[in-house]
């Protein structure tokens, strides 16, 4: 407990972090910009794996209209659901995420996938029990780029100060939130 009686925060990102997916969103959005029309290279896809939707194709479709940008993201939902049966949880995280909660410490998840996506990614994750809170990409206006939203909406879902928490993955977003906050 810190002296505001608030319990300090690890924040984790779930997806391609926790849970095993990287290669099943390459896979649907190779899929989904192909079905648009877009002939976008695996190795650009990985490289982009990571970002929000919405950047990922504004950089890799961006000479393609608007139109053509929204339906490549409903392929990519689309594609990537399919393989929801392929997704598994990495090796050792339900035994870290035990750990975390056994030195009282909060378990926050934070994603940008939107709340359908995270939905099956916590059944995955199967550790709903040690969690404490989940933000997902409704809850910043900007996934993955802004520090300090992604920091201060984590932190709040759990009643603690952004000083109080620190990022458990190191995903590019989660440490971006670290470093802002001279905590990573």
């Known amino acids: ?23 099943l969103h390459v896979h649907a959005w190779y ?4 079905g648009v029309g877009l002939d976008v290279e695996s190795w650009r ?13 504004a950089i890799l479709a961006e000479d393609a209209d608007d139109d053509t940008r929204a ?18 949880r990495l090796p050792g995280v339900r035994e870290l995420l035990e750990a975390v909660d056994k ?3 909060q378990i926050v998840l934070a994603t940008s996938a939107p709340e ?27 996934a ?14 759990v009643s603690t100060s952004p000083a109080r928490s620190t990022t458990g993955a190191p995903s590019k977003a989660i440490v971006m939130c670290g470093h ?4 990573a």
């Open 1 to 23: 407990m810190t002296a505001d009686g608030a319990r300090p925060a690890v924040l984790f990102d779930v997806d391609g972090t926790l849970i095993d997916s990287n290669y």
């Open 31 to 34: 899929r989904a910009f192909n």
């Open 45 to 57: 896809i990985h490289r982009s794996i990571g970002m929000d939707g919405s950047t990922l194709v």
């Open 71 to 88: 339906r490549a993201k409903d392929l990519h939902s689309h594609y990537y659901k399919e393989t929801a049966p392929l997704l598994r």
């Open 103 to 105: 030195l009282g410490l």
């Open 116 to 142: 359908d996506e995270l939905s099956i990614l916590r059944g995955v994750l199967a550790s709903d029990d040690l969690v404490s809170a989940v933000t997902s990409s409704n809850d910043v206006d900007t």
């Open 144 to 157: 993955k780029r802004s520090p300090t939203s992604c920091k201060s909406h984590s932190s709040a879902r």
């Open 180 to 183: 802002r906050f001279r905590i």
